[in-house]
């Protein structure tokens, strides 16, 4: 089936108004005709799930539920999308203001809440176990301490990072 | 007067890979890259889910890390793409924005930092192509590792966006290319080069698109005939060698291709003994490179 340009703007239009505010859709609308040249992003070659029919604008947006489109998540971040838009539009800006939304909708995956709440709470994307200790050990490198996890909770609570997360607080006290 | 470099290893590094952070501080001195005492850095942070779910709270969170460096006045060099991609770009926001700066120190000051914007930040693969060069870097080689079919992977986030990260052309890479050349090694030019490591797509639960793109990788370098792929990222480097591993049974069409770290490399070019390389505790292993890493020795 061949879209036209002109129907593609219809459809685009179609969806929620609140969602063309949102997300300040109006700036791509009169340029994203589906010129395609974003389809450079790895993730379309690699994920079997993300296949865009038009531009990557029209796919999540036009899906049932934006904020809760699993193919959101799968944006890299790569920024090869800003690179090559004739347009100087950026499909990864815009997917960033939409995980935003996404997240404190609590729609985003577990993995994402649990990358989150290890990097407010203990200051870092990974845990550090006796395993750690033994190779820096061994390497005559300092142990790991987590003196800056305090400061990085408490920036983190200030700024809205854990709103949407809890965080058990220690029982000793 | 010029600056002192403190390391950015990242949680990464200085969890799972501290053989790395241990080469970075013997070799980078070495050739003329001065690496202060260590201090300890908390998450860069993340700059794809943990920067898309919680923007301000990202840049707020970078700048902490940025602050640390400036108390000491030192500059910075990182051992990670994901780390440079999030402070090369916090710092450049901040930099370039004074209402901005200035509403990210109101929140630093409940931890009692505040930030200037005096620090310049740099992949490590980038402070030894600016600032010890090619000819000088050669200049250290004393064992050229010729023997090496080596293709790059410099990863998407060191070299996007371009504008802000200064390190190379994205759609077209060759600083790691001119890197690997230095040490001797014979560079494999292929298509694929920009294809992104997909580690990332795990934490999207998309499991099966990061094998994917695990395998057109190899499966590129392998038909232009590369016998190692080459990083400077350790997310990179753990999607490859770990990656390779863990998904054996979906790989049949793929050798095993071993996976090294540039560090690791330049200091068995600069005559390091191979154990101290750590490649031994790599997944995946060539037997072949391993005698010849050992052999050289002698
Ligand atoms: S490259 Fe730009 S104009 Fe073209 S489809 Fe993508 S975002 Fe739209
Ligand atoms: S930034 Fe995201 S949307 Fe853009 S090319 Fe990269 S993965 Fe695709």
Redesign the pocket.
């Known amino acids: 089936m061949i879209i036209a340009s002109g129907v593609f703007f219809v459809t685009i239009i179609k969806t929620p108004t609140s969602i063309v505010k949102q997300f300040n859709l109006e700036k791509?609308l009169p340029?994203?005709?589906?010129?395609?040249?974003?389809?450079i992003c790895p993730v379309t070659d690699f994920s079997e799930d993300y296949t865009p029919t038009e531009?990557?604008?029209y796919d999540i947006i036009s899906s049932e539920d934006p904020l809760g489109n699993v193919n959101l998540w799968k944006c890299v971040s790569c920024h090869y999308?800003q690179d090559?838009?004739?347009?100087g539009?950026?499909?990864h800006n815009l997917f960033m203001e939409i995980k935003a939304a996404s997240y404190s909708e609590g729609k985003s995956p577990s993995a994402v809440t649990s990358l989150i709440k290890s990097i407010v709470t203990t200051g870092r994307g990974f845990g550090v176990s006796t395993r750690t200790d033994k190779m820096r050990e061994k390497l005559g490198l300092s142990p790991l301490t987590s003196n800056g996890a305090k400061d990085v909770l408490k920036l983190s609570e200030i700024t809205g990072a854990t709103k949407h997360i809890i965080i058990e607080k220690e029982e000793e006290q | 007067m010029t600056k002192p470099n403190l390391l950015f290893t990242g949680c990464l590094i200085e969890v799972n890979y501290p053989y790395l952070e241990k080469l970075a501080n013997d070799l980078l001195p070495k050739i003329g890259l001065g690496i202060s005492d260590r201090i300890e850095f908390m998450c860069c942070p993340e700059p794809i889910s943990f920067r898309g779910a919680t923007d301000y709270s990202w840049l707020v969170l970078a700048a902490r890390n940025l602050c640390l460096a400036e108390q000491k006045g030192a500059n910075i060099i990182s051992l990670c793409n994901g780390c440079e991609n999030t402070l090369a770009q916090a710092n450049i926001m901040l930099q370039n924005d004074p209402e901005l700066l200035e509403k990210v120190n109101r929140d630093l000051a409940e931890i009692g930092f505040n930030y200037k914007g005096t620090v310049k930040t740099r992949h490590f693969l980038q402070a030894i192509y600016e600032e010890v060069g090619l000819e000088k870097l050669k200049s250290f080689v004393t064992r050229p590792l010729s023997f090496l079919k080596g293709a790059s992977h410099a990863g998407c986030h060191l070299l996007n966006p371009a504008d802000i990260l200064k390190f190379d052309d994205p759609l077209d890479p060759v600083v790691l290319d001119e890197l690997m050349d230095a040490l001797g090694i014979e560079v494999i030019d292929y298509e694929g080069k920009t294809l992104c490591c997909g580690v990332s797509l795990a934490t999207a639960d998309d499991r099966e698109g990061s094998i994917n793109a695990l395998k057109t990788k190899l499966l590129a370098t392998q038909k232009y005939d590369a016998d190692c792929l080459i990083v400077g990222c350790p997310f990179c480097f753990k999607q490859y060698d770990v990656g390779q591993r863990l998904n054996r049974k979906r790989l049949d069409e793929v050798e095993p291709t071993p996976v090294y770290y540039y560090l690791q490399l330049l200091g068995l070019a600069m005559g390091l003994p191979f154990e101290e390389t750590s490649i031994s505790t790599h997944k995946i292993k060539s037997q072949a490179h391993m005698a010849l890493f050992k052999g050289e020795e002698a």
């Open positions: 791509f340029y994203c005709l589906k010129c395609s040249n974003c389809q531009s990557f604008v999308c090559v838009c004739p347009f539009l950026s499909p």
